[in-house]
């Protein structure tokens, strides 16, 4: 039972009383990426906004692009390196003039992917993956941000795993509220078995789905992927034992879990993170802005399907 997983992280113990977790690396961003497209000249501010509309992006990417250049900027993070920083477009702030029809686009493919379940690490992405569930349709998972070590009498919920913080925080634990995983599961898989009463072996299916509010490495996709999964299945091991001990069925019962999609408005393209979950996952990530090179002076971005290197407003 259950599905294929993609290539597992280093798995260690968090000292006695604790269970294992899986521990993921997120390498920093030590120099400016893709040096050869940042040779050239920044593009007049007059240019910009001509240079989008000319773009091959979709309206909601463009609309997505102009609000990052308006409120973005570049600089270095503290445990990640060189980034961007987008707060007040994504995090701080709801800004419907630059999100509305990239929420939309993000939700339609989710529901093009038949997702049954989406999962966001940590709080500042939440927001938009709040924003993308309730468009779609489509329940989501908050994977909450904690301090390694206050696992509690409980001990860490299944899927949880540590992963270092890109702000410089240090290492965290990410991990999911066991009581909605089950009421949300329970709410998937339940009209699945009922509709297979008369089913000598019924199957039960979970179709998961991660997002974030930017793909950097890939490195937390990968993590949230492989958490998905075990959560899943553990949810679904639950729900069985208590059908079985309300019902009385004693059919086999098979289940798989897969994590068919991921959607972001960022992804660095520069660091190969579609090739990544491509080859882990099977698929590549539906994203807004497709970052090719990054400058922090003057700030400056290279983006996919767009002309030249674009300054933010407030540099």
Known sequence: MGSRQADRATIESTGAGTPVLRRYERPREEVESSPELLLGAVLPAAEVEPTINASTLSAGSRALLRGLLRVGTTRQFAGGGVGLEYGSLLKTAARPEYLVAHVAEAADHLRQRRVDLLLVPGMSGYPVGAMYAVVAGIPALLLKKGKLGDAGVGGYPTGAFVIPSYPGEGDVVMSADPAAVADIVAGVVGPQLAAQAEAAEPRLTLRAAGADDIIDKATMSHAVGES????????????????????????S?????EVVAWVTPLIKGYNRPHEILRRRFGFEPFAGVNVTAVR????AIAVEGVSGLLAFSGA
Do not use: T
């Not at 998905?228 to 059919?251: K, L, N, P, Q, T």
């Not at 922090?296 to 700030?299: F, H, M, T």
């Open 296 to 299: 922090l002076d003057p700030p």
């Open 228 to 251: 998905a999964v075990a959560i899943g299945e553990a949810a679904i091991a639950e729900f069985v034992e208590r059908h079985r001990a309300a019902s009385g069925d004693r059919r």
């Open 253 to 257: 019962i098979r289940w798989e879990v």
